[in-house]
């Protein structure tokens, strides 16, 4: 087989990038990836160990690298180990985004797993749009954003709501007070309530947002008592969602006639609040720790076997666990040379892999993915009652608040009306 200098010159700069410097002068381009490496895909690890989401952040990164640990047991990637690079950006946007910045630029991984909320999505986006690197983001969140640069593992509204709302209005009520967090995600997300809201019959008592970290409630309380709504739809993260669930306690409310149904309160923060504060309470998501499921058993195990049998998993830490199975799949896929974000990007799509919440898949026209909607009510121990489990999977609709426009491969469309 002949080879052209040129062509020669291309691989061995781009192995070179990968390999760093001392990397021997390979120039086959289908060079083991073990060699190539120099052994080892670099990758970051970005959720806050510190701050006000630490709560939740901290079991994100656990659950990422007990993925990370298990492929790389399982002999790594075609031979290389994934050497992961663990930042703690303390809950703070600014903080995400020079991290990030550290982890793209700096230490050159070819992807980043990380964030809870919105806010620090939003702030980290433009280095991996500028450095066209790849994020991947395992929350929930609000949808209205597509980026060739981000894998959304998380649930959007529809996956959350579509079933919910419905369900809500029909058991408990029409009247619905929002209470959020102040950022971007719980604004969207009531969007998206207030339309279902109005298709069902149903209608907003009152919409209120508290900063993040918000701990003092009464005057929340007062008003819910004031306006005395069905159902309190609840958006708040954080340490705000313990916060919230033990005044609700203490000021005698009954949720069995004036539940909370939120889209943020998983098995972590139940056990942070204790599981007297949570009972009866209602979330709806794609994953509950207490799901059947033979993967789902051998991750809760392996997780517990690892960082403790008194952790427990949740609707993100799920997801964390899989889209690093993703990403080992993705880079499975592609030739040595060809390890880039980019190349990563295009081989996760259409990808599927059996989650502990079930199949799931990268849908390929937007990068977000088909999952598993479920509702489940808080018991006293801790864990959830799965009530409602849906019969297929959903397809990710990213834009379903705002008709006409789509989010497609080629960027976001939008319809002339
Ligand atoms: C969130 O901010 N996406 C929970």
């Known amino acids: 087989m002949s080879i052209s200098r040129r062509t020669l010159l291309r691989n061995t700069a781009a192995l070179g990038a990968f390999a760093g410097a001392g990397f021997p ?3 086959i381009k289908n060079a083991d990836l073990a060699h190539a490496t120099g052994g080892e895909i670099k990758v970051g690890v970005l959720f806050s160990l510190t701050g006000t989401t630490a709560i939740i952040e901290e079991s994100l990164n656990k659950a990422t690298l007990l993925a990370i640990e298990e492929i790389n047991a399982a002999g790594g990637i075609k031979g290389s180990k994934i050497v992961p690079i663990v930042e703690d950006p303390a809950s703070d946007p600014a903080t995400f985004s020079e991290k990030a910045r550290k982890l793209v630029v700096g230490d050159k991984c070819v992807s980043v797993f990380g964030s809870y909320t919105s806010a620090s999505r939003k702030a980290v986006l433009p280095v991996f749009e500028r450095q066209n690197n790849l994020y991947w983001y395992p ?6 954003e597509c980026s060739k640069n ?3 593992t998380g649930a959007v509204p529809n996956q959350q709501q579509d079933e919910f709302v419905p369900w809500l209005i029909n058991k408990f009520g029409k009247k619905f007070y929002l209470i959020g967090s102040n950022y971007i995600y719980p604004k969207e997300e009531n969007n998206y309530c207030k ?7 149903g209608e907003v008592a009152a919409e209120e947002y508290v900063p993040l970290g918000h701990s003092e409630f009464s005057s929340v309380i007062n008003k819910i008592r004031a306006t005395q709504p069905n159902v309190i739809f609840s958006t708040v993260v954080g340490d705000s969602v313990v916060a919230l669930h033990r005044q609700y306690r203490a000021a005698g409310l009954d949720p069995e006639k004036m539940p909370m149904a939120s889209l943020t ?5 139940v056990a942070a609040m204790g599981g007297d504060a949570a009972a009866g309470h209602f979330t709806s998501a794609p ?3 207490v799901y059947k499921s033979p993967e789902n058993e051998k991750f809760v195990e392996a997780y517990k076997k690892r960082w403790g049998a008194d952790k427990v998993t949740h609707f993100v830490s799920e997801a964390c666990y899989f889209q690093v199975h993703l990403f080992r799949q993705a880079v499975e896929k592609l030739a040595t040379s060809d390890l880039t974000p980019p190349n990563i990007r295009d081989a996760v799509k259409g990808q599927e892999t059996i989650a502990p919440q079930g199949k799931v898949r990268i849908e390929p026209e937007n990068l977000h993915t088909w999952l598993w909607p479920k509702i489940a009510q808080a018991k006293s121990n801790g864990q959830f009652e799965i009530l409602v489990e849906a019969k297929d999977w959903l397809k990710p609709v990213p834009y379903a608040a705002y008709p006409g426009q789509v989010c497609t491969d080629k960027g976001l469309v939008v319809e002339k009306s």
Do not use: A, D, P
Not at 195 to 201: C, I, T
Not at 265 to 269: K, L, Q, V, Y
């Open 25 to 27: 002068h390979v120039w």
């Open 139 to 144: 929350t929930l969140y609000e949808g209205r």
């Open 265 to 269: 309160t998983s098995e972590n923060e």
């Open 150 to 152: 981000v894998i959304y």
């Open 287 to 289: 994953y509950f720790m």
């Open 195 to 201: 339309k279902l809201l109005e298709k069902h019959g």
